[in-house]
């Protein structure tokens, strides 16, 4: 493969099961084998060569790059924010099984040892299985939980992570997640002459003003448009 090919090959994607992106960048420049041993470095972010050499000929441009462990790099996927933490056979307590996933691959290439699940560990003591049930309430951090189950959950979790843990503040969403984005905007007025983009807005702040132990008076609904 010439130096301009290989030049273009800035990453090359393999599909297999899943996918997995192999640096490519400067490679050839550098004499580097076109050998798949693929490891995992990071600077701000992971990312996969496809061998030491094009690891090290990658370093000498960018000096922060670090090897992290051989092989691929686990897949760094967002993990959804939900409230069923779970506990690993060393004790480690985990927001929930996708952070587990995370964590059990990195072991598995660091340490080559399979960390299972463990729901008998201290930190998981006051962990409760919740169910899907949608019934939201929302804690004193502006957060809004599935159902009350989860809000334990969240609760849990901070008292295990030595954070500050929060304390239930009403049923029901939190004022901040009524609303959804992409929603129709059509203006609204309140009985006391305030303007809002849309009806849900408007809610926002009714609800704001119905849980605030300083609001004089709850505004209602007065009419669809401008105020006047």
């Not at 069923?84 to 056979?89: A, H, L």
């Amino acid at each position: 493969m010439n130096t301009a090919f290989a030049s273009a090959l800035l990453m090359i994607c393999i599909f297999v099961k899943n996918s997995y992106c192999f640096n490519f960048t400067l490679a050839a420049q550098c004499g580097c084998p076109f050998t798949i041993q693929p490891v995992c470095a990071s600077a701000k972010q992971e990312m996969t060569f496809m061998n030491d050499c094009s690891l090290k000929c990658s370093q000498r441009l960018d000096g922060n790059l670090v090897k992290l462990y051989d092989g691929t790099c686990c897949h760094n996927r967002r993990c959804e924010s939900t409230d069923n933490p779970v506990c690993d056979s060393r004790g480690e307590l985990y927001p929930n099984y996708c952070a587990f996933e995370k964590r059990q691959c990195q072991v598995q290439r660091l340490e080559r040892f399979h960390l299972e699940i463990d729901m008998s560990a201290s930190n998981c003591s006051c962990v409760q299985q919740c169910t899907p049930t949608l019934d939201p309430v929302c804690d004193t951090f502006g957060r809004t939980h599935a159902n009350i189950c989860a809000f334990s959950n969240a609760k849990c979790m901070a008292k295990a992570m030595n954070e500050d843990v929060p304390e239930l503040n009403n049923l029901g969403k939190c004022c901040e997640d009524l609303c959804t984005p992409g929603r129709k905007r059509f203006p609204v007025c309140d009985s006391l002459g305030n303007t809002y983009d849309d009806f849900c807005l408007f809610l926002v702040a009714r609800c704001k003003a119905t849980q605030s132990e300083h609001s004089v008076s709850v505004p209602q609904f007065r009419s669809f448009g401008y105020c006047t």
